[in-house]
């Protein structure tokens, strides 16, 4: 028996070993897990207090002619 017949032995038996995990634990990130529950406000003067100072901004890149 050659390596490489081994190689390839070896490959498949760690291909299938792969799929299998991947199925057993499902799709990775969000998709396919349910959507987590909305948090409830339980301070509703907290909403009528005066409004939050507007998030900062980053640099502004602006186009630079060509000379």
């Known amino acids: 028996m050659s390596s490489e017949s081994v190689g390839g032995i070896c490959g498949a038996i ?4 792969v799929l299998a995990v991947a199925v057993v634990f499902g799709p990775i ?5 349910p959507p987590k529950p909305a948090k409830a406000e339980s301070a509703p003067a907290a909403a009528s207090a005066a409004p939050a100072a507007p ?3 980053g640099p502004v890149i602006r186009e ?4």
């Not at 990130?29 to 897990?33: A, L, P, T």
């Open 55 to 57: 998030a900062p901004r």
């Open 29 to 33: 990130g969000q998709f396919g897990k």
């Open 64 to 67: 630079v002619p060509n000379q």
């Open 14 to 17: 760690v291909a299938a070993i």
